[in-house]
Nanobody, 126 residues
Framework: VQLVESGGGLVQPGGSLRLSCTTSGLTLDYYHIGWFRQAPGKEREGVSCISGSDGSADYAASVKGRFTISRDNAKNTVYLQMHSLKPEDTAVYYC????????????????????WGLGTQVTVSS
């Protein structure tokens, strides 16, 4: 199983980006896929997750209404569409996965995600 993030970059406040998490070695219907981020000097935090069980989505309060997670099973890719970006969204963004056999819905505990990508940098600055 391998995850590769892409789509990060430099964007002005209020702008948009779409991150991609391209997966290999798994079928999205059988895995929960989460997006996490880590800003300099801060702990890694959960951003969003899409359930492999029913496709339902969870969001951190800080991004709800601005970010949307989706998946394309045919492309084995999960997306994170980010709008109205703020400087505090600046971080390295990671995707990670855990099999749905491990949890009925997206786990809150990061240690339950056992495969991680290398991350993509998002910088929101004028």
């Amino acid at each position: 199983v391998q995850l590769v993030e892409s789509g990060g970059g430099l964007v002005q406040p209020g702008g948009s980006l779409r991150l991609s998490c391209t997966t290999s070695g798994l079928t999205l219907d059988y895995y929960h896929i989460g997006w996490f981020r880590q800003a300099p000097g801060k702990e890694r935090e959960g951003v969003s997750c899409i359930s492999g069980s029913d496709g339902s989505a969870d969001y951190a309060a800080s991004v709800k209404g601005r970010f949307t997670i989706s998946r394309d099973n045919a492309k084995n890719t999960v997306y994170l569409q980010m709008h109205s970006l703020k400087p505090e969204d600046t971080a390295v963004y990671y995707c990670a996965t855990t099999p749905r056999a491990r949890a009925r819905s997206c786990p809150q505990t990061q240690t339950l995600y056992d495969v991680w990508g290398l991350g993509t940098q998002v910088t929101v600055s004028s």
